[in-house]
């Protein structure tokens, strides 16, 4: 009969047994129930090493490029504008003349859609704005509301930063892009928002769904924002679309206490002309990564709920709703 000894860390040792006269043998049981014998005799230690698992390399953090840090002023880029491309050759792409040279930080990408007979090239402050505080922005050449050319735009952004004859080359942030656009441009950025999974976040100037209901038809919790005019006649749709369903965080933010233009005050061209900051902003909060700018647009004290226009006259007023348990993703 075998007398078999289950040795422990290190009992081997301990019990002596160079100073047996019975020769025994240490068993190691193995896990696919086969068994290995060793003479007691041959071995001198026994330790239990715990294997160092592989390290896997950790994939390097992407930050977003981004100049300045106050969305009332200009950034620090210059911009640059190529007339007459993307993917019907009709858009602007306006972006910093000096593109990120560094593989971890790159350019977060917004989407803009210009307004019923306007025009890419038609809304200086609001690009000027944007790609001087680091964005890559392509301007529509025109917005049917429907999604498709904002997508359409994407679609060739994203073979642009994966060619690598492109300047964009490995330079742009293509899975969180930001829509944006002024009147029939607002239908257009909120219709992508709501088909495309890579549009994170749209924010609409003087607009809102003419039926009153596409903000309620988002259930994954992606934010948006409606930035209009006291006068405008997009009102009616902006409050309506905020109003009706919505379970997204949202932001509803009107300038007041504007110039009576013979709108009463500030009107359909609000956003783009007047609050370009809101929307700046906003793009540097979900698009930019800067979580501190919640305060600005979710607190009643918040800069875009009740603060002043900098560089205008009149005030914010601003509403906010669904942010309570909303997570940055």
Same mark, same amino acid.
């Given at each position: 009969?075998?007398? #078999?000894?289950?040795?422990?860390?290190?009992?081997?040792?301990?019990?002596?047994?160079?100073?047996?006269?019975?020769?025994?043998?240490?068993?190691?049981?193995?896990?696919?129930?086969?068994?290995?014998?060793?003479?007691?005799?041959?071995?001198?230690?026994?330790?239990?090493?715990?294997?160092?698992?592989?390290?896997?390399?950790?994939?390097?953090?992407?930050?977003?490029?981004?100049?300045?840090?106050?969305?009332?002023?200009?950034?620090?880029?210059?911009?640059?504008?190529d007339r007459y491309?993307?993917?019907?050759?009709?858009?602007?792409?306006?972006?910093?003349?000096?593109? +990120?040279?560094?593989?971890?930080?790159?350019?977060?990408? #917004?989407?803009?859609?210009?307004?019923?007979?306007?025009?890419?090239?038609?809304?200086?402050?609001?690009?000027?704005?944007?790609?001087? $505080?680091?964005?890559?922005?392509?301007?529509?050449?025109? +917005?049917? =509301?429907?999604?498709?050319?904002?997508?359409?735009? #994407?679609?060739?952004?994203?073979?642009?930063?994966?060619?690598?004859?492109?300047?964009?080359?490995?330079?742009?942030? !293509?899975?969180?892009?930001?829509?944006?656009?002024? +009147?029939?441009?607002?239908?257009?950025?909120?219709?992508?928002?709501?088909?495309?999974?890579?549009?994170?976040?749209?924010?609409?100037?003087?607009? =809102?769904?003419?039926?009153?209901?596409a903000m309620g038809? !988002?259930?994954?919790?992606?934010?948006?924002?409606?930035?209009?005019?006291?006068?405008?006649?997009?009102?009616?749709?902006?409050?309506?679309?905020?109003?009706?369903?919505?379970?997204?965080?949202?932001?509803? #933010?009107?300038?007041?206490?504007?110039?009576?233009?013979?709108?009463?005050?500030?009107?359909?061209?609000?956003?783009?002309?007047?609050? $370009?900051?809101?929307?700046?902003?906003?793009?540097?909060? $979900?698009?930019?990564?800067?979580?501190?700018?919640?305060?600005?647009?979710?607190?009643?004290?918040?800069?875009?709920? +009740? =603060?002043?226009?900098?560089?205008?006259?009149?005030?914010?007023? =601003?509403?906010?709703?669904?942010?309570?348990?909303?997570?940055?993703?």
């Amino acid at each position: 009969m075998k007398k #078999i000894f289950i040795l422990l860390a290190a009992g081997l040792f301990s019990m002596g047994v160079s100073a047996q006269t019975t020769t025994y043998k240490m068993r190691v049981l193995k896990t696919d129930g086969t068994e290995v014998f060793y003479q007691t005799a041959d071995v001198q230690q026994v330790d239990f090493i715990e294997e160092e698992e592989q390290q896997q390399q950790e994939e390097p953090t992407i930050k977003v490029f981004l100049s300045g840090d106050n969305p009332n002023k200009d950034g620090q880029c210059r911009v640059q504008t190529d007339r007459y491309t993307g993917p019907d050759g009709q858009c602007f792409l306006n972006y910093p003349s000096q593109l +990120s040279n560094d593989p971890n930080v790159k350019h977060g990408v #917004i989407i803009w859609g210009p307004g019923g007979g306007e025009k890419p090239g038609n809304y200086p402050n609001m690009i000027n704005r944007l790609v001087s $505080h680091g964005f890559v922005v392509l301007e529509l050449k025109e +917005s049917p =509301g429907s999604g498709d050319p904002a997508i359409a735009a #994407i679609n060739w952004l994203e073979k642009e930063n994966g060619n690598p004859s492109s300047k964009f080359y490995n330079k742009l942030i !293509m899975d969180r892009v930001g829509c944006a656009g002024h +009147s029939m441009g607002g239908l257009e950025s909120e219709q992508a928002w709501l088909r495309d999974s890579r549009v994170y976040t749209a924010c609409l100037n003087n607009s =809102g769904d003419l039926n009153r209901s596409a903000m309620g038809k !988002m259930k994954d919790g992606k934010p948006i924002a409606i930035v209009y005019g006291e006068a405008g006649m997009e009102r009616p749709n902006a409050e309506g679309d905020y109003n009706n369903g919505v379970s997204c965080p949202a932001c509803l #933010i009107m300038l007041t206490g504007g110039p009576d233009q013979g709108e009463g005050g500030y009107g359909h061209g609000s956003g783009p002309w007047t609050g $370009h900051a809101a929307t700046c902003a906003w793009m540097r909060w $979900h698009i930019g990564h800067e979580s501190f700018r919640k305060d600005d647009f979710t607190t009643p004290n918040g800069e875009f709920i +009740s =603060g002043y226009i900098s560089g205008a006259q009149g005030k914010w007023s =601003g509403k906010y709703k669904n942010w309570e348990n909303w997570e940055e993703k």
